[in-house]
């Protein structure tokens, strides 16, 4: 029997609605073990070569990854690298971003999407984003769009697909390329289709956090063969093979080290296998979020773009602290008390925002990137914008819409979401009791 003090929130001294932990994230198992003992048996750990022959495109798990990815993926190619991040510096350079050239690309993602554009002297243009879906807005887009935009770099954030519709024409109409970032959304589909490379080249992370993974590593797609080729020169040291290759401009095709190994590899592999049982489970757990939290006052359930399924890398919430009356950082204490604490960041039951948007991080701010002298800013034609207020949808999202909750993933139960609804209702339902305890803020002097 509840007695009344047990029912108070638990961020005020009552009881929590659970205490045992949630089980832990396992990501490995015999396969992975098995096809990882095989690699260490043969001794042979990397079979990569940095010059002309069989080996300038990897040994045969290498090779047998990236076939398989390309198969499951429903794409021509799959070109492995070390991580995403050198994943899309390689698809920059492979686009043929020169220095001055415009990428327009969103403020609300892992800072990579933006610097791999510095990489390549490129100049990120941030364009805002959709309030439901957190992607770029295609209108946005449209507008930023200059005679030295050469690309857009869209991201398909928390495993949402982006309007692909709208954004590919718009590539079409000015004749730019498209780079997806997928890194969160492997098995994420728009009108049936995966995305990853719709009208240009994009790819996937397979880092620790990302759905599967091969503790760092990268996949690229497309369907472009010539793409796919500057691509695996650029992974591995491509001015060495420039003239077996036939290939007569080394413009941006000097490369580094960016391979997978052949344990990654195999270990990629056999994760393959978990993919789609993985984005299966999330969305069932996903559906069940949604549907806990519907009529919460203030809070507005994840927002899934028609006839897309996505593949819920974390679940977004928006908040309205306006109609709750409480700040979101109250409110996500509050809900976590409820909750046991957390053993690593795949428990945090809410948190608040994601990232700042990126051009308020000092590189951008203070235009300073490659080298001290203002490169690749002072690259640019006219004058580009890293104003705060640039992107008024975005900073509002990550000060005060946004939560996310990373416990969307395996292998949590229906059972664990039911916890977590329970601890946001109970919140909800005393929130007044939590308006009474909030600090008012101070009036500015
Ligand atoms: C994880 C991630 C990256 C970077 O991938 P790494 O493999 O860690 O280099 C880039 N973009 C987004 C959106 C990501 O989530």
Redesign the pocket.
């Known amino acids: 029997m509840d007695l009344p003090h047990m029912m108070g929130l638990a961020l005020l001294g009552g009881t929590p609605v659970r205490s045992h932990p949630f089980a832990p994230r396992r990501t490995m198992g015999t396969a992975e073990r098995d096809a990882a003992m095989a690699v260490l048996d043969s001794g042979v750990l990397s079979a990569f070569i940095g010059g002309p022959g069989p080996y300038f495109l990897g040994g045969p798990r290498v090779r047998a990854f990236e076939g398989a990815w390309a198969d499951l993926f429903g794409y021509d190619h799959a070109v492995s690298v070390n991580?995403?991040?050198?994943?899309?510096m390689t698809c920059i350079g492979a686009a043929g971003i020169e220095p001055g050239d415009e990428v327009i690309c969103t403020p609300t993602?892992?800072s990579?999407?933006a610097t791999s554009i510095l990489f390549y002297g490129g100049v990120p243009v941030f364009a805002d984003i959709e309030p439901d879906g957190f992607c770029l807005d295609p209108a946005k887009v449209e507008a930023l769009v200059t005679p030295r935009t050469r690309a857009i770099m869209v991201?398909h954030?928390f495993g949402g697909a982006a309007d692909l519709d709208a954004l590919v024409a718009i590539a079409r109409r000015h004749g730019l390329v498209l780079i997806e970032?997928a890194?969160?959304a492997p098995g994420t589909t728009l009108h049936g289709r995966l995305v990853g490379a719709w009208h240009g080249l994009g790819g996937f992370?397979?880092?620790y956090?990302?759905h599967i993974h091969t503790g760092?590593?990268?996949m690229i797609v497309t369907n472009d063969p010539v793409l796919a080729e500057r691509c695996q020169l650029i992974r591995n040291h491509g001015e060495n093979v420039l003239e077996s290759h036939g290939l007569e401009d080394p413009a941006n095709l000097i490369g580094g080290n960016y391979r997978l190994t052949e344990l990654q590899a195999a270990i990629g592999l056999a994760q393959l296998d978990r993919l789609a049982p993985i984005v299966a489970q999330r969305q069932a757990l996903a559906a069940r979020l949604t549907q806990g939290l519907a009529g919460v006052p203030g809070l507005t359930p994840a927002w899934v773009r028609p006839d897309s399924q996505h593949s819920w890398?974390c679940y977004p919430i928006r908040y309205d602290e306006g109609a709750t009356g409480v700040p979101r950082q109250r409110f996500i204490e509050a809900v976590c008390a409820e909750l046991p604490p957390p053993a690593s960041s795949d428990d945090v039951a809410l948190t608040g925002g994601y990232v700042r948007p990126l051009y308020l991080n000092p590189v951008y701010q203070k235009r300073r990137a490659l080298g001290s002298r203002g490169f690749p800013f002072d690259q640019a034609a006219g004058s580009v914008s890293y104003e705060p207020g640039l992107c008024p949808v975005a900073e509002r999202t990550w000060r005060s819409d946004l939560m996310l909750s990373a416990l969307i993933r395996d292998p949590l139960t229906p059972d664990d979401i039911d916890d977590l609804v329970r601890a946001i209702h109970k919140v909800s339902d005393r929130i007044a009791e939590l308006r009474d305890t909030v600090c008012p803020t101070p009036v500015a002097a």
């Open positions: 991580s995403w991040t050198s994943g899309l993602t892992m990579a999407s991201a954030l970032d890194a969160q992370s397979l880092n956090h990302k760092e590593g990268g890398y």
